[in-house]
């Protein structure tokens, strides 16, 4: 068994060998790697293992299509943008599900007292974002609700979306996102 001081977090040599075709290497590196992201799904977002399986190896596509046309610029962090690949894909993969899929059973548990303040919490969070969301202008509301809505999206996807440079957009979600926080802070510290 490994521990988590042992476990590698750089995977730079899987970049190396998939742009190599060194399909050996890779096949080594995947069977470290995948378990690992499946892991992360099952226990980070609560996933099914079928749902983590098929989740993490949409990603891993996603991910090779991106090293195949050499968009992975520092292939150091390739761990880290598998594992942000893997968790929006599952997001997605939640969203395709019936949303309302009720478990009979669940409205019939009983709530710790922690999990109750915790909910309560985030329903306040959520209430506090509303807030200052409906203080935004109209363009820069639908701007931020355009990540928030799909949070897949890339700063080349809402460049098409909303006709502006990458560094425009760029410039644009930084500052909303920091009016944001600081409404969030201003409003839950009243």
Known sequence: MVSLAQLRVDY???????HKGDDIKAGELLEEVIPRLEDYLRVVMRAEANAAREC?????????EQV?????????????????????????????Q????????????????????????????????????????????EFIEYFMNKPEATTEDAVGEFDLSSANVRTKKHRILSRLHHCYKRKSNQ
Not at 12 to 18: F, G, H, K, N, T
Not at 101 to 110: K, L, P, Q, S, W
Request: aromatic fraction near 12%; include cysteine.
């Open 56 to 64: 993490v190896q949409q990603a891993f596509l996603d991910v090779f």
């Open 12 to 18: 730079s040599e899987l970049v190396d060998a998939l």
């Open 68 to 96: 195949r046309k050499d968009n992975i610029r520092n292939s150091q962090y390739i761990f880290s943008y598998l594992i942000k690949a893997a968790r929006h894909e599952y997001i997605r993969y939640v969203k395709r």
């Open 98 to 141: 019936h949303k309302f899929d009720y478990d009979e059973g669940a409205f019939n548990e009983v709530y710790e007292p922690e999990e109750q303040l915790s909910q309560l919490l985030d329903k306040e969070r959520q209430r506090i974002l509303e807030e200052c969301l409906s203080e935004l202008r109209k363009k820069s509301r």
